[in-house]
């Protein structure tokens, strides 16, 4: 597990990284509560072990900083403190912390409550995953893909750059449900986005909008370099027949884009204008890309 520590004692931040460490944790120690906001910012870390009494920034504050952020991964807090009366445990809960330890730290006990900390992780990832992915193809959801693109839009602005978005609709979909059956259609959709998925850059995303319609967002991208895009992704879904239970079946997908370059705001806008064009590459034939 990837662990951030702050400790101004050194002592003790020097020992409780090298009990970490011995037990398998990557570890980040600073010695302050403002050096720690500036690490889990800048990285994520499921997990804070963080002293109470430190100068500037102490352990309560940073509580309650990390708890104020709306992030996607939770941080699971352990305090850590040599007080050891009611009122603090109230006090440090209610800050956001999730347990404590108390020092000088007992080695076996760290390791229990590190397990315990795993435990709950791993079920807040599993929820995570299953609130922001699509279940059958595991590209994001209509709500995630959705999101990131509010968030792009943002940022475009700011930085005055393009946003793209373009939508994909596989062409005749009806058609192969009605001739191989809905789980070989299924399998199709899924090769479909592995393809999609495989094109895509960096900063790009792919999301599942709608039954056999996906959301593709394109950072950084001006109408014509999402056109070479939008041209690679119908190639990638042509190119060659999808494996299916029922054999091979040929695939072809039409794309509608919309590009947003600071002037477009309103994210239903640019949607309903990629869909504009989705229409018209329907219209001139399907498996084509239109503007
Ligand atoms: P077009 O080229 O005009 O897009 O034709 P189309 O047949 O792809 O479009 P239409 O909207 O008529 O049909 C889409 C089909 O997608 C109908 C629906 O049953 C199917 N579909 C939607 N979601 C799923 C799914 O999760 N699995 C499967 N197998 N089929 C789905
Ligand atoms: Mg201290
Ligand atoms: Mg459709
Ligand atoms: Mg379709
Ligand atoms: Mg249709």
Same mark, same amino acid.
């Given at each position: #597990? &990837?662990?951030?520590?702050?400790?101004?004692?050194?002592?003790?931040?020097?020992?409780?990284?090298?009990?970490?460490?011995?037990?398998?944790?990557?570890?980040?120690?600073?010695?302050?509560?403002?050096?720690?906001?500036? !690490?889990?910012? &800048?990285?994520?870390?499921?997990?804070?072990?963080?002293?109470? #009494?430190?100068?500037?920034?102490?352990?309560?504050?940073?509580?309650?900083?990390?708890?104020?952020?709306?992030?996607?991964?939770?941080?699971?807090?352990?305090?850590?403190?040599?007080?050891?009366?009611?009122?603090?445990?109230?006090?440090?809960?209610?800050?956001?912390?999730?347990?404590?330890?108390?020092?000088?730290?007992?080695?076996?006990?760290?390791?229990?409550?590190?397990?315990?900390?795993?435990?709950?992780?791993?079920?807040?990832? &599993?929820?995570?995953?299953?609130?922001?992915?699509?279940?059958?193809?595991?590209?994001?959801?209509?709500?995630?893909?959705?999101?990131?693109?509010?968030?792009?839009?943002?940022?475009?602005?700011?930085?005055?750059?393009?946003?793209?978005?373009?939508?994909?609709?596989?062409?005749?979909? &009806?058609?192969?449900?009605?001739?191989?059956?809905?789980?070989?259609?299924?399998?199709?959709?899924?090769?479909?986005?592995?393809? #999609?998925?495989?094109?895509?850059?960096?900063?790009?995303?792919?999301?599942?909008?709608?039954?056999?319609?996906?959301?593709?967002?394109?950072?950084?991208?001006?109408?014509?370099?999402?056109?070479?895009?939008?041209?690679?992704?119908?190639?990638?879904?042509?190119?060659?027949?999808?494996?299916?239970?029922?054999?091979?079946?040929?695939?072809?997908?039409?794309?509608?884009?919309?590009?947003?370059?600071?002037?477009?705001?309103?994210?239903?806008?640019?949607?309903?204008? !990629?869909?504009?064009?989705?229409?018209?590459?329907?219209?001139?034939?399907?498996?084509?890309?239109?503007?």
């Amino acid at each position: #597990m &990837k662990i951030l520590i702050a400790e101004d004692d050194t002592t003790s931040r020097l020992l409780f990284a090298a009990t970490l460490r011995k037990l398998g944790h990557t570890v980040t120690a600073v010695e302050d509560g403002r050096k720690a906001w500036e !690490a889990w910012q &800048k990285d994520e870390y499921p997990l804070l072990i963080s002293d109470w #009494m430190m100068p500037d920034i102490d352990g309560l504050q940073l509580c309650r900083m990390i708890r104020g952020e709306p992030g996607l991964q939770y941080t699971y807090i352990i305090l850590l403190t040599a007080l050891d009366s009611k009122g603090s445990y109230l006090e440090g809960m209610d800050a956001g912390a999730d347990d404590f330890i108390t020092k000088p730290f007992d080695e076996e006990q760290l390791a229990a409550r590190l397990r315990v900390a795993e435990r709950i992780l791993g079920l807040h990832q &599993k929820l995570h995953i299953q609130a922001t992915r699509d279940y059958l193809t595991g590209v994001w959801n209509r709500a995630s893909i959705m999101d990131y693109l509010q968030k792009e839009l943002k940022r475009g602005a700011r930085q005055d750059i393009c946003t793209s978005v373009m939508i994909a609709d596989l062409d005749h979909f &009806k058609r192969i449900n009605d001739t191989y059956g809905h789980p070989t259609g299924d399998e199709i959709l899924q090769e479909a986005a592995r393809r #999609m998925s495989g094109v895509l850059r960096g900063y790009d995303r792919v999301g599942r909008y709608g039954g056999e319609e996906f959301l593709i967002t394109a950072s950084g991208c001006d109408w014509s370099e999402a056109l070479a895009l939008g041209e690679r992704i119908c190639s990638s879904i042509r190119s060659e027949p999808a494996n299916s239970r029922a054999g091979q079946i040929d695939m072809t997908v039409s794309i509608g884009i919309a590009t947003s370059c600071g002037q477009v705001n309103d994210i239903g806008e640019l949607i309903a204008a !990629a869909d504009q064009a989705l229409y018209q590459a329907k219209e001139a034939g399907r498996n084509q890309v239109k503007l």
